[in-house]
């Protein structure tokens, strides 16, 4: 009761705490490129200014009102792949975004979500100077660079505190409303199953819930306990098993699950193989219904 209290607590300083939040790492990988003409896009300092700032973007803008300490900042890595240049200053790539947290009594740090962006597309110039204002669309980049700011905000919510990414999952819902008006794809329900709108739109549907409920269950009630009572963590961890089928059952395509999955896969093999021959049985199972991707890899848990 006291733990739910102050989680609540710390989510209302949300309204009127400053603090800078985020520990973003940003790669960006140029060698992809199309030959476009401009012959000005060989030269890497180029994209060390732009990593750079992107990373400074995204680490010294204030995404929230919560008072953070530095050790306390939220962990994500952006890894963009240029890959053509149809015009000057502009750019079309892909895009991984990982987020993920400390597991308490280790050092041992959890992948929460894996996401594959195919539609990374933007325009920058070296040296501008990135702008971003909540509902109010001023370029594409500083979208893309807001909405996984607040998406890494909520998954780190939800898996501390039940549902407690609400409100930075309606800070990206935002973003994607306001992005509507861009010609760039990936902000829209029409441009593919997993894509952002696709990501979004799961994580705020509420016959999905499941999914959120495992995440916290997973993570809170499992992995952070795991160095207390490995065996009761497993449980928990089964549980929030369970709970993912649910949304699986509704949704099989659901991109939310996939992208999970992208970052748990092998955690999940060396958790299990070390459990009783129950809970090895229980997790092949439902691991090789709800993430059919990498069905082959989960035998490892059975064989040991």
Not at 115 to 126: G, H, L, N, S
Request: charged share 20%; hydrophobic share 35%.
């Amino acid at each position: 009761m006291k733990k739910s209290l102050a989680f609540c607590m710390l989510l209302i300083t949300y309204f009127f705490c400053p603090a800078q939040e985020m520990k973003f790492n940003v790669f960006i990988d140029s060698e992809q490129i199309k030959e476009s003409g401009t012959g000005s896009y060989t030269d890497k300092t180029y994209f060390k200014d732009m990593q750079q700032q992107f990373t400074l973007f995204l680490n010294n803008t204030k995404w929230s009102k919560l008072t953070f300490k530095p050790e306390e900042r939220i962990s994500c890595n952006l890894y963009i792949t240029i890959r053509e240049v149809p015009a000057v200053n502009q750019f079309k790539g892909t895009a991984q975004f990982q987020s993920s947290r400390p597991i308490y009594g280790s050092s041992y740090e959890t992948i929460i979500v894996d996401f594959i962006d195919t539609y990374f597309e933007f325009e920058y110039t070296a040296g501008q100077q990135m702008i971003y204002n909540d509902n109010q669309y001023t370029s594409n980049l500083t979208s893309l660079l807001a909405f996984y700011a607040y998406t890494g905000l909520a998954m780190d919510f939800d898996s501390y505190g039940f549902l407690g990414g609400n409100p930075f999952l309606e800070k990206a819902l935002e973003v994607i409303n306001t992005a509507q008006q861009s010609p760039n794809k990936g902000w829209k329900a029409l441009d593919g199953q997993n894509v952002r709108y696709w990501l979004n739109e799961n994580q705020n549907n509420q016959q999905l819930v499941s999914f959120r409920e495992a995440i916290y269950e997973y993570h809170r009630l499992g992995l952070d306990n795991f160095s207390v009572n490995a065996d009761s963590a497993r449980t928990h961890i089964l549980a929030s098993l369970g709970k993912i089928k649910k949304t699986y059952d509704f949704r099989p395509t659901s991109v939310m699950v996939k992208s999970y999955f992208n970052g748990k896969w092998d955690e999940l093999i060396k958790i299990f193989q070390q459990g009783t021959p129950e809970q090895k049985q229980q997790a092949y199972d439902l691991l090789r219904t709800i993430d059919a991707t990498h069905s082959d890899k989960y035998q490892k848990i059975i064989s040991g």
